[in-house]
Protein backbone atom coordinates (compact mmCIF):
# COMPACT_ATOMS: atom_id res chain seq x y z
CA UNK A 1 0.00 0.00 0.00
CA UNK A 2 1.11 3.28 -0.70
CA UNK A 3 2.36 4.89 2.37
CA UNK A 4 0.50 7.86 2.51
CA UNK A 5 -2.74 5.68 2.20
CA UNK A 6 -1.51 3.75 4.84
CA UNK A 7 -0.96 6.74 6.91
CA UNK A 8 -4.50 8.13 5.90
CA UNK A 9 -6.00 4.50 7.35
CA UNK A 10 -4.00 4.80 10.13
CA UNK A 11 -5.11 8.63 11.38
CA UNK A 12 -8.75 7.40 10.27
CA UNK A 13 -8.74 5.06 13.46
CA UNK A 14 -6.63 7.05 15.71
CA UNK A 15 -8.65 8.66 18.98
CA UNK A 16 -7.69 11.88 18.39
CA UNK A 17 -6.50 13.94 15.28
CA UNK A 18 -4.82 17.51 15.23
CA UNK A 19 -5.21 19.61 12.34
CA UNK A 20 -4.65 22.75 10.86
CA UNK A 21 -7.17 24.40 9.44
CA UNK A 22 -6.65 27.44 6.82
CA UNK A 23 -8.95 30.15 6.12
CA UNK A 24 -8.74 33.32 3.47
CA UNK A 25 -11.95 34.96 3.07
CA UNK A 26 -13.65 38.19 0.83
CA UNK A 27 -12.19 40.84 2.98
CA UNK A 28 -8.83 39.94 1.74
CA UNK A 29 -7.07 40.78 5.21
CA UNK A 30 -5.22 37.49 5.64
CA UNK A 31 -4.91 34.18 6.09
CA UNK A 32 -6.19 32.49 9.50
CA UNK A 33 -4.48 29.57 10.31
CA UNK A 34 -5.73 27.52 13.28
CA UNK A 35 -4.39 24.12 14.86
CA UNK A 36 -7.29 21.99 16.24
CA UNK A 37 -6.71 18.86 18.47
CA UNK A 38 -10.21 16.85 17.80
CA UNK A 39 -10.95 13.54 19.76
CA UNK A 40 -13.28 11.09 17.75
CA UNK A 41 -15.85 12.98 15.46
CA UNK A 42 -19.55 13.32 14.98
CA UNK A 43 -21.75 14.13 17.76
CA UNK A 44 -19.26 13.15 20.17
CA UNK A 45 -16.57 15.63 18.25
CA UNK A 46 -14.07 16.58 21.27
CA UNK A 47 -12.32 19.67 20.17
CA UNK A 48 -8.88 22.33 21.55
CA UNK A 49 -7.67 24.79 19.82
CA UNK A 50 -4.17 24.71 20.61
CA UNK A 51 -2.73 27.98 18.36
CA UNK A 52 -3.96 30.82 16.26
CA UNK A 53 -2.62 32.81 14.38
CA UNK A 54 -3.96 35.63 11.42
CA UNK A 55 -1.18 35.97 9.40
CA UNK A 56 -1.97 39.24 7.14
CA UNK A 57 -1.67 39.37 3.10
CA UNK A 58 0.89 42.33 1.86
CA UNK A 59 -0.26 44.86 -0.53
CA UNK A 60 1.64 42.72 -3.40
CA UNK A 61 -0.78 39.84 -2.26
CA UNK A 62 -3.93 41.58 -1.87
CA UNK A 63 -3.41 43.37 -5.07
CA UNK A 64 -2.49 39.80 -7.06
CA UNK A 65 -5.49 38.23 -5.86
CA UNK A 66 -8.08 41.90 -6.70
CA UNK A 67 -6.79 41.26 -10.35
CA UNK A 68 -9.57 38.42 -10.71
CA UNK A 69 -11.70 38.71 -7.60
CA UNK A 70 -15.06 38.90 -8.57
CA UNK A 71 -14.33 39.60 -12.19
CA UNK A 72 -16.09 38.27 -15.24
CA UNK A 73 -12.86 38.79 -17.00
CA UNK A 74 -9.80 38.15 -16.19
CA UNK A 75 -6.52 36.84 -18.13
CA UNK A 76 -6.73 33.30 -18.26
CA UNK A 77 -3.05 33.03 -17.90
CA UNK A 78 -2.73 34.87 -14.87
CA UNK A 79 -5.48 32.56 -13.03
CA UNK A 80 -3.69 29.88 -13.77
CA UNK A 81 -0.32 30.76 -12.70
CA UNK A 82 -2.08 32.55 -8.87
CA UNK A 83 -3.49 29.14 -8.20
CA UNK A 84 -0.34 27.54 -7.43
CA UNK A 85 1.42 30.52 -6.24
CA UNK A 86 -1.61 30.97 -3.86
CA UNK A 87 -1.06 27.91 -2.53
CA UNK A 88 2.81 28.10 -2.21
CA UNK A 89 2.38 31.29 -0.52
CA UNK A 90 0.26 29.32 2.11
CA UNK A 91 2.44 26.29 2.32
CA UNK A 92 5.11 28.86 3.75
CA UNK A 93 2.83 30.08 5.71
CA UNK A 94 1.51 27.14 7.75
CA UNK A 95 5.79 26.32 7.90
CA UNK A 96 6.59 29.47 9.61
CA UNK A 97 3.27 28.99 12.11
CA UNK A 98 4.78 25.71 13.23
CA UNK A 99 8.27 27.00 13.75
CA UNK A 100 6.71 29.67 15.65
CA UNK A 101 4.84 27.67 17.53
CA UNK A 102 7.54 25.13 17.94
CA UNK A 103 5.60 22.11 16.42
CA UNK A 104 7.51 20.16 14.15
CA UNK A 105 4.85 19.14 10.72
CA UNK A 106 5.31 15.78 11.54
CA UNK A 107 3.07 16.10 14.90
CA UNK A 108 0.10 17.18 12.97
CA UNK A 109 -1.77 14.57 11.78
CA UNK A 110 -3.97 16.87 8.51
CA UNK A 111 -4.15 20.37 6.51
CA UNK A 112 -7.56 21.11 5.90
CA UNK A 113 -7.20 24.24 3.06
CA UNK A 114 -10.85 26.91 2.34
CA UNK A 115 -8.51 28.40 -0.54
CA UNK A 116 -9.16 31.55 -1.61
CA UNK A 117 -12.54 32.44 -3.29
CA UNK A 118 -12.27 34.22 -6.56
CA UNK A 119 -15.59 34.04 -8.03
CA UNK A 120 -18.80 32.60 -6.42
CA UNK A 121 -21.78 32.09 -9.47
CA UNK A 122 -24.93 30.32 -7.69
CA UNK A 123 -27.71 29.65 -10.68
CA UNK A 124 -29.74 32.18 -9.34
CA UNK A 125 -27.10 35.16 -10.08
CA UNK A 126 -25.33 33.88 -13.32
CA UNK A 127 -29.09 33.22 -14.74
CA UNK A 128 -27.22 31.76 -17.87
CA UNK A 129 -29.30 29.36 -19.65
CA UNK A 130 -26.50 27.43 -20.92
CA UNK A 131 -25.24 26.51 -17.82
CA UNK A 132 -28.33 25.11 -15.47
CA UNK A 133 -26.04 24.49 -12.45
CA UNK A 134 -24.50 26.32 -9.66
CA UNK A 135 -20.46 27.17 -9.44
CA UNK A 136 -17.73 28.46 -7.10
CA UNK A 137 -13.98 28.78 -7.23
CA UNK A 138 -11.23 28.70 -4.89
CA UNK A 139 -7.69 29.36 -5.94
CA UNK A 140 -5.01 27.17 -3.74
CA UNK A 141 -3.84 24.22 -4.90
CA UNK A 142 -4.00 21.16 -3.00
CA UNK A 143 -0.93 19.22 -3.76
CA UNK A 144 1.22 21.95 -3.82
CA UNK A 145 0.38 22.61 -0.20
CA UNK A 146 0.66 18.61 0.84
CA UNK A 147 3.94 18.51 -1.30
CA UNK A 148 5.58 21.64 0.37
CA UNK A 149 4.10 21.30 3.59
CA UNK A 150 4.79 17.52 3.99
CA UNK A 151 1.11 17.01 5.40
CA UNK A 152 -2.20 15.09 3.68
CA UNK A 153 -4.26 18.08 3.41
CA UNK A 154 -7.83 18.24 2.49
CA UNK A 155 -8.99 21.40 -0.35
CA UNK A 156 -11.53 22.11 -2.21
CA UNK A 157 -14.56 21.47 0.01
CA UNK A 158 -17.16 23.16 -1.71
CA UNK A 159 -17.43 21.13 -4.70
CA UNK A 160 -18.92 18.44 -3.02
CA UNK A 161 -21.64 20.55 -1.80
CA UNK A 162 -22.20 21.63 -5.19
CA UNK A 163 -22.46 18.17 -6.55
CA UNK A 164 -24.81 17.17 -4.03
CA UNK A 165 -26.89 19.83 -4.79
CA UNK A 166 -26.20 22.46 -2.77
CA UNK A 167 -24.74 26.29 -4.07
CA UNK A 168 -21.12 26.06 -2.38
CA UNK A 169 -22.03 28.01 0.55
CA UNK A 170 -22.24 28.62 3.29
CA UNK A 171 -20.83 25.14 4.19
CA UNK A 172 -21.00 26.32 8.39
CA UNK A 173 -23.52 23.97 9.15
CA UNK A 174 -21.76 21.20 8.92
CA UNK A 175 -19.04 21.84 11.51
CA UNK A 176 -21.40 24.44 13.64
CA UNK A 177 -23.52 21.35 14.36
CA UNK A 178 -21.12 19.15 15.42
CA UNK A 179 -18.84 21.31 17.49
CA UNK A 180 -21.52 24.05 18.84
CA UNK A 181 -25.15 22.81 19.43
CA UNK A 182 -26.61 22.61 22.68
CA UNK A 183 -28.85 20.63 24.71
CA UNK A 184 -29.97 23.74 26.64
CA UNK A 185 -30.78 26.44 24.04
CA UNK A 186 -31.50 27.34 19.88
CA UNK A 187 -28.36 28.95 18.56
CA UNK A 188 -28.25 31.55 15.43
CA UNK A 189 -23.99 31.45 15.25
CA UNK A 190 -23.94 35.04 12.90
CA UNK A 191 -20.53 35.56 10.92
CA UNK A 192 -19.93 38.75 9.53
CA UNK A 193 -17.36 38.12 6.67
CA UNK A 194 -17.10 40.27 4.00
CA UNK A 195 -20.50 38.23 2.82
CA UNK A 196 -22.74 38.05 6.19
CA UNK A 197 -24.09 34.57 7.09
CA UNK A 198 -25.45 32.57 9.55
CA UNK A 199 -26.27 29.04 10.86
CA UNK A 200 -29.65 27.80 12.46
CA UNK A 201 -28.73 25.47 15.43
CA UNK A 202 -31.65 23.65 17.17
CA UNK A 203 -30.79 21.96 20.44
CA UNK A 204 -28.40 19.38 20.33
CA UNK A 205 -30.41 15.68 20.15
CA UNK A 206 -33.09 17.32 18.32
CA UNK A 207 -33.38 16.70 14.47
CA UNK A 208 -30.12 17.93 13.06
CA UNK A 209 -32.05 17.96 9.54
CA UNK A 210 -33.44 21.30 10.81
CA UNK A 211 -30.23 22.97 11.13
CA UNK A 212 -29.13 25.27 7.91
CA UNK A 213 -27.10 28.08 6.77
CA UNK A 214 -27.47 30.92 4.77
CA UNK A 215 -25.99 34.34 3.43
CA UNK A 216 -27.71 37.36 4.44
CA UNK A 217 -26.33 39.69 2.60
CA UNK A 218 -23.56 42.58 2.48
CA UNK A 219 -21.24 42.07 6.37
CA UNK A 220 -18.18 44.13 5.80
CA UNK A 221 -17.39 43.83 1.88
CA UNK A 222 -19.05 47.34 0.88
CA UNK A 223 -17.69 48.99 3.84
CA UNK A 224 -14.25 47.87 3.79
CA UNK A 225 -14.29 48.71 -0.13
CA UNK A 226 -15.76 52.27 0.71
CA UNK A 227 -13.20 52.99 3.14
CA UNK A 228 -10.08 51.59 0.72
CA UNK A 229 -11.46 54.19 -2.12
CA UNK A 230 -11.65 57.13 0.18
CA UNK A 231 -9.54 56.88 2.99
CA UNK A 232 -5.87 55.51 1.01
CA UNK A 233 -3.82 53.97 4.09
CA UNK A 234 -7.14 52.50 5.34
CA UNK A 235 -8.00 48.85 5.21
CA UNK A 236 -10.97 49.48 7.25
CA UNK A 237 -13.04 51.55 9.66
CA UNK A 238 -11.73 50.35 12.74
CA UNK A 239 -14.07 50.26 15.51
CA UNK A 240 -16.84 51.98 12.94
CA UNK A 241 -15.24 55.24 13.88
CA UNK A 242 -16.21 57.11 10.45
CA UNK A 243 -19.73 55.15 10.53
CA UNK A 244 -20.51 56.63 14.41
CA UNK A 245 -19.84 59.96 13.14
CA UNK A 246 -22.76 59.73 10.11
CA UNK A 247 -26.03 59.00 9.97
CA UNK A 248 -28.28 56.42 7.82
CA UNK A 249 -30.08 57.37 4.84
CA UNK A 250 -33.18 56.21 4.13
CA UNK A 251 -33.84 56.68 0.88
CA UNK A 252 -30.43 55.05 0.53
CA UNK A 253 -31.42 52.38 2.39
CA UNK A 254 -34.54 51.71 0.83
CA UNK A 255 -33.20 51.43 -2.60
CA UNK A 256 -30.22 49.21 -1.70
CA UNK A 257 -32.53 46.91 0.14
CA UNK A 258 -34.80 46.66 -2.79
CA UNK A 259 -32.67 44.31 -4.69
CA UNK A 260 -34.50 40.84 -5.04
CA UNK A 261 -32.06 38.72 -3.04
CA UNK A 262 -33.46 40.00 -0.08
CA UNK A 263 -36.79 38.59 -0.62
CA UNK A 264 -35.63 35.44 -2.28
CA UNK A 265 -36.33 32.51 0.10
CA UNK A 266 -34.01 30.76 2.31
CA UNK A 267 -31.43 29.63 2.08
CA UNK A 268 -29.56 31.23 -0.73
CA UNK A 269 -25.94 32.11 -1.34
CA UNK A 270 -24.59 35.76 -3.06
CA UNK A 271 -20.72 37.73 -2.91
CA UNK A 272 -19.19 40.54 -3.81
CA UNK A 273 -20.32 39.72 -7.67
CA UNK A 274 -23.04 40.97 -6.71
CA UNK A 275 -22.71 43.17 -3.96
CA UNK A 276 -19.89 45.45 -4.97
CA UNK A 277 -19.44 49.09 -6.34
CA UNK A 278 -21.60 48.86 -9.24
CA UNK A 279 -25.05 48.06 -6.86
CA UNK A 280 -24.18 51.04 -4.43
CA UNK A 281 -23.55 53.38 -7.36
CA UNK A 282 -26.97 52.10 -8.78
CA UNK A 283 -29.07 52.31 -5.50
CA UNK A 284 -26.92 55.85 -5.22
CA UNK A 285 -28.54 56.51 -8.43
CA UNK A 286 -31.65 55.81 -7.78
CA UNK A 287 -32.21 57.62 -4.37
CA UNK A 288 -30.49 60.77 -5.93
CA UNK A 289 -27.69 60.60 -2.88
CA UNK A 290 -24.44 60.79 -5.49
CA UNK A 291 -23.06 63.81 -3.31
CA UNK A 292 -23.62 61.78 0.35
CA UNK A 293 -20.75 62.11 2.37
CA UNK A 294 -18.50 59.37 3.70
CA UNK A 295 -19.57 59.23 7.03
CA UNK A 296 -23.00 58.88 5.95
CA UNK A 297 -22.60 56.15 3.37
CA UNK A 298 -21.32 54.11 5.83
CA UNK A 299 -23.80 54.49 8.45
CA UNK A 300 -25.97 53.68 5.87
CA UNK A 301 -24.14 50.68 4.73
CA UNK A 302 -24.03 49.60 8.41
CA UNK A 303 -27.83 49.44 8.62
CA UNK A 304 -28.13 47.48 5.78
CA UNK A 305 -25.77 44.99 6.71
CA UNK A 306 -28.03 44.28 10.04
CA UNK A 307 -31.55 45.02 8.08
CA UNK A 308 -30.12 42.04 5.66
CA UNK A 309 -29.32 39.98 8.94
CA UNK A 310 -32.78 40.66 10.33
CA UNK A 311 -34.77 40.25 7.01
CA UNK A 312 -33.46 36.76 6.61
CA UNK A 313 -34.34 36.02 10.24
CA UNK A 314 -37.67 37.32 9.97
CA UNK A 315 -37.81 34.92 6.64
CA UNK A 316 -36.30 31.91 9.16
CA UNK A 317 -38.24 32.04 12.24
CA UNK A 318 -41.14 34.95 12.00
CA UNK A 319 -40.76 38.67 13.22
CA UNK A 320 -41.02 38.29 16.63
CA UNK A 321 -38.79 35.13 17.26
CA UNK A 322 -35.04 35.02 17.59
CA UNK A 323 -32.24 32.56 18.62
CA UNK A 324 -29.40 33.22 20.72
CA UNK A 325 -27.06 35.00 18.76
CA UNK A 326 -23.65 34.28 18.50
CA UNK A 327 -21.10 36.30 16.43
CA UNK A 328 -17.60 35.65 14.68
CA UNK A 329 -15.84 37.12 11.69
CA UNK A 330 -14.23 40.77 11.56
CA UNK A 331 -17.90 42.34 12.05
CA UNK A 332 -17.95 40.89 15.44
CA UNK A 333 -14.98 43.35 16.63
CA UNK A 334 -17.55 46.82 15.12
CA UNK A 335 -19.40 47.66 18.16
CA UNK A 336 -21.22 49.96 15.70
CA UNK A 337 -22.38 46.92 13.92
CA UNK A 338 -23.13 45.08 16.69
CA UNK A 339 -25.23 47.60 18.15
CA UNK A 340 -27.17 47.86 14.89
CA UNK A 341 -27.71 44.44 15.08
CA UNK A 342 -28.99 44.18 18.47
CA UNK A 343 -31.70 46.82 17.56
CA UNK A 344 -32.90 44.59 14.58
CA UNK A 345 -32.76 41.39 16.67
CA UNK A 346 -34.69 42.83 19.75
CA UNK A 347 -36.11 39.39 20.55
CA UNK A 348 -32.96 37.42 20.64
CA UNK A 349 -32.36 36.34 24.72
CA UNK A 350 -28.59 36.65 24.33
CA UNK A 351 -26.47 38.18 21.92
CA UNK A 352 -22.71 37.34 22.51
CA UNK A 353 -19.53 35.99 20.47
CA UNK A 354 -18.58 32.70 20.12
CA UNK A 355 -15.82 33.23 22.86
CA UNK A 356 -18.37 32.57 25.22
CA UNK A 357 -18.66 29.09 23.59
CA UNK A 358 -14.79 28.36 23.58
CA UNK A 359 -14.25 29.36 19.67
CA UNK A 360 -12.20 32.53 19.20
CA UNK A 361 -14.35 34.50 16.81
CA UNK A 362 -11.46 35.00 14.45
CA UNK A 363 -10.97 31.39 14.50
CA UNK A 364 -13.98 30.07 13.94
CA UNK A 365 -14.31 29.64 10.15
CA UNK A 366 -11.09 27.76 9.91
CA UNK A 367 -11.72 25.83 13.07
CA UNK A 368 -14.39 24.52 10.72
CA UNK A 369 -12.50 23.29 7.89
CA UNK A 370 -10.32 21.50 9.95
CA UNK A 371 -13.90 19.68 11.61
CA UNK A 372 -14.63 19.09 8.09
CA UNK A 373 -11.53 17.81 7.34
CA UNK A 374 -11.73 15.77 10.89
CA UNK A 375 -14.94 14.18 9.85
CA UNK A 376 -13.88 13.84 6.02
CA UNK A 377 -10.88 11.54 7.27
CA UNK A 378 -12.88 9.65 10.41
CA UNK A 379 -16.09 10.27 10.17
CA UNK A 380 -19.24 9.30 8.07
CA UNK A 381 -20.95 11.35 5.97
CA UNK A 382 -23.92 12.90 7.78
CA UNK A 383 -27.31 14.37 7.29
CA UNK A 384 -27.18 18.15 8.82
CA UNK A 385 -29.19 20.63 7.36
CA UNK A 386 -31.04 17.85 4.82
CA UNK A 387 -34.45 19.40 5.04
CA UNK A 388 -34.26 23.41 4.68
CA UNK A 389 -30.67 23.13 2.87
CA UNK A 390 -32.09 20.73 0.72
CA UNK A 391 -28.28 18.55 0.26
CA UNK A 392 -27.75 15.24 1.07
CA UNK A 393 -25.13 14.10 3.30
CA UNK A 394 -21.44 14.79 2.42
CA UNK A 395 -17.73 14.29 3.03
CA UNK A 396 -16.26 17.34 1.95
CA UNK A 397 -12.83 17.59 0.79
CA UNK A 398 -10.59 16.46 -1.44
CA UNK A 399 -7.28 14.41 -0.50
CA UNK A 400 -4.03 15.24 -1.70
CA UNK A 401 -0.75 13.47 -0.72
CA UNK A 402 2.65 14.52 -0.11
CA UNK A 403 4.50 12.14 -2.29
Known sequence: ???????????????????????????????????????????????????????????????????????????????????????????????????????????????????????HAPRHQHQRPDFDLNATLQLGDGDHLAVRTGLITLSDF?????????????????????????????????????????????????????????????????LDGLVRQHRPGLAYDEDGRLAAAGRAHDGLLTALLAHPFFRAPLPKTTGPELFGSAYLTAAQATSGTEGLGLEDLLATLVELSARGVAQAVGLAFGENSCPAVYLSGGGAHNPILAAALRRQLPTAPSFATTAVLGVAPDAKEAVLFAVLANEAVAGQPVSIGAGRQRVPAVGLGKISLPG
Open 158 to 222: RQKHLAGGGEGAPLAAYGDYLLLSSPDEERLLLNLGGIANFTYLPRAGHDASAAFSTDTGPGNTL
Open 1 to 119: MNQHLARLAALAQQPSRRVIGLMSGTSLDGLDVALCRFTGHGPGLGFALEHFATVPYDEDTKHRIRQVFAREQVSLEYLTLLNPWLAELHARIVLECLSEWQIEPADVDLLASHGQTVF
